[in-house]
């Protein structure tokens, strides 16, 4: 399985280009690894330092407006690839992108991603925009 764990720089580059003053939500789709891999050579299992990681970020989340509008634990890939299994999903919700790209820059939040690439093994974090809600699929 390919990791992914920090995006590239063509990922970054499209990301930036999309309009930066519209709300946005990033879903995230996170598998940890067993053991955290930190460069000190601490001991922590990979969802333990992803915990790490969230209470250290949360202030600085907060801080550009953001919030988790939903949380889930991923119980069976109905469809799609069988071999990518996920720990955890949840949304992130943004006031605008800048708000994400100031939270991804602030040198508090790069001090401390660490615990992130530590814990992951691989992962998805897609970009959405809003669009109505109803009863329909479409």
Not at 50 to 63: D, L, N, Q
Not at 82 to 94: L, M, S, V
Not at 95 to 107: Q, R
């Amino acid at each position: 399985m390919t990791s992914y764990i920090d995006p590239s720089s063509e990922q970054f580059l499209a990301f930036k280009q999309l309009p930066r003053d519209t709300p946005i939500m990033m879903l995230n789709l996170v598998l940890f690894k067993q053991s955290a891999n930190y460069k000190d050579q601490r001991t922590a299992t990979g969802a333990e330092a992803y915990r790490a990681y969230g209470e250290a970020s949360a202030p600085i989340f907060s801080k550009v407006g953001g919030e988790i509008i939903w949380r889930g634990n991923p119980e069976c890939v109905l469809i799609g690839p069988q071999n990518e299994q996920w720990d955890t999903a949840f949304i992130a919700r943004y006031p605008t992108a800048n708000a994400f790209l100031e939270m991804v820059m602030d040198p508090d939040y790069q001090a401390i991603v660490y615990h992130r690439q530590a814990a992951v093994e691989t992962s998805r974090l897609i970009r959405l925009g809003e669009q109505g809600g109803g009863s329909s699929f479409s």
